[in-house]
């Protein structure tokens, strides 16, 4: 099942797989240049009351995104492919 980070349990673990379409490029780009590109695992570590800002862990270190640059990132849960093959 394919969600937003803001969707995430913290401590849940996901993989990135894309990026909402009507978001801003300049932020696609930061967000990019920050290491968040399709295919990483990125780990829930924390989240504000409001969910502004969210803390993560991404290739091995702790990030720290707003609400907006996070919206932008779709991504699916690690547990949720071992349920689609059966494992």
């Known amino acids: 099942m394919i969600k937003k980070i803001k ?10 797989v894309k990026y909402e379409s009507h978001g801003d490029k300049m932020y696609r780009s930061k967000i990019l240049s920050m ?11 924390k989240k504000a ?6 803390g993560i862990e991404v290739r091995g270190f ?21 349920d689609s093959s059966g494992r």
């Open 62 to 82: 702790n990030l720290t995104l707003r609400k907006n640059e996070a919206d932008m990132i779709l991504v699916k849960g690690v547990t949720d492919e071992k």
């Open 7 to 16: 969707d995430m349990q913290i401590g849940e673990s996901a993989e990135i």
């Open 35 to 45: 290491g968040l590109t399709k295919g990483a695992d990125i780990k829930l570590l």
């Open 49 to 54: 009351p409001y969910g502004d800002p969210v």
